[in-house]
């Protein structure tokens, strides 16, 4: 039965439900299949049913590649590859000139710092020697 269903589909039969049950359920015994051209006492029409057929041109243009296409796709492959290639040297110098910029300011917040502890002493030593002065 599974089989003559699936034939059935195969030659754009669509299966009717039946109201009676609301149309959720189906008794294997209660199928009704219907297609436009099977009606009594119309046998000219039985010619329209044929069985459905897979799209063979979309095969047959993929079975059929053009070398000169391949050979476009190739060439363009070959030149992303390319770029990708000085892309990636350029990403790795500005990753090292990234690096050598972080080294930079690390040093440069270290000599900073010093700065700013020997600034703190002078502007303490200064403030010690007029305190000193305003005493004597």
Known sequence: MASFIHQLY????HKITSIDNGGLKFDRHDMEFSHPSFK????????????K?????????KA?????????VL????????????LDSRFSVMKQENEALWREIASLRQKHAK?????????????????LLSFI
């Open 10 to 13: 195969m030659y754009e039969f």
């Open 40 to 51: 009594r006492n119309c046998p000219y029409l039985l010619e329209n049913i044929k069985r």
């Open 53 to 61: 057929i897979a799209n063979t041109k979309s095969i047959d243009e």
């Open 64 to 72: 059929t590649v053009k070398p000169e296409a391949v050979s476009k």
């Open 75 to 86: 060439n363009d492959v070959k030149a992303i590859r390319g770029r990708q290639d000085s």
């Open 115 to 131: 700065q700013q502890q020997i600034s703190n002493k002078l502007i303490f030593n200064s403030l010690f020697f007029v305190c």
